[in-house]
């Protein structure tokens, strides 16, 4: 199975928004409402930002959004900050009841 | 608040077997996938597998035939094999709890392992 495939890198100003995108195939993003997107910190752990497309775990910044068209998921920040430059990785589970990630994306906030 | 810490050899020769086990604190391991993730330095995150509280497994299909995962409910652990190892295979690994719907909410601060001579 490929990776998701993700956008190496995006960058922004602050206080601007800026999207990720996630493309799979049908038979992961496009199949089932289960993609989720992690944020990750040099030399941490990645966290969970969105969940099941579009939903925010408790105490995740309401700057995040999470949306899919077909076999494409994204990421939106809004308000971008300084503390959001990070690595982000979307998920998705499979038909063959595994989880694949995407190759994840450098946000670079200028 | 759910806490979780993998523990195990930092160091393993090639050919060996890696294995690590991951302690869950705070709460119960029952009724719960539990995950391990990779990710080698300057590289992305690699999904190795999932395990229920049952025994049920689910294996990455590169990696399925080097893996075996375990379950100790008495000692709300699970446990990573990965056999016949690489330089290839040098990573961080983590743990992580996977909710029924995929998501990763709750991830150890992950352990590096080398696979050299």
């Known amino acids: 199975q490929s990776a998701l495939t993700q956008p190496a890198s995006v960058s922004g100003s602050p206080g601007q928004s800026i999207t990720i995108s996630c493309t799979g195939t049908?038979?992961?993003?496009?199949?089932?409402?289960?993609v989720s997107w992690y944020q990750q910190h040099p030399g941490k752990a990645p966290k969970l930002m969105i969940y099941d497309v579009s939903n925010r775990p408790s105490g995740v910044s309401n700057r995040f959004s999470g949306s899919k068209s077909g076999n494409t998921a994204s990421l939106t920040i809004s308000g971008l900050q300084a503390e959001d430059e990070a690595d982000y990785y979307c998920s998705s589970y499979t038909s063959s009841s595994t989880l694949l990630f995407g190759g994840g994306t450098k946000l670079t906030v200028l | 608040q759910v806490q979780l810490q993998e523990s195990g050899p930092g160091l393993v020769k090639p050919s060996e077997t890696l294995s690590l086990t991951c302690t869950v604190s705070?709460?119960?391991?029952?009724?719960?996938?539990w995950s391990w993730i990779r990710q080698p330095a300057g590289k992305g995150l690699e999904w190795i597998g999932r395990?229920?509280?049952?025994?049920?497994?689910n294996y990455n299909p590169s990696l399925k035939s080097r893996v075996t995962m375990s379950v100790d409910t008495s000692k709300n652990q699970f446990s990573l094999k990965l056999s016949s190892v690489t330089a290839a295979d040098t990573a961080v690994y983590y743990c992580?709890?996977?909710?029924?719907?995929?998501?990763?909410?709750?991830w150890g601060q992950g352990t590096l392992v080398t696979v050299s001579s």
């Open positions: 049908s038979s992961d993003v496009g199949g089932y409402n289960y």
């Open positions: 705070g709460g119960s391991i029952s009724s719960y996938y």
């Open positions: 395990i229920y509280t049952s025994g049920s497994t």
């Open positions: 992580a709890r996977m909710a029924t719907r995929q998501w990763l909410d709750y």
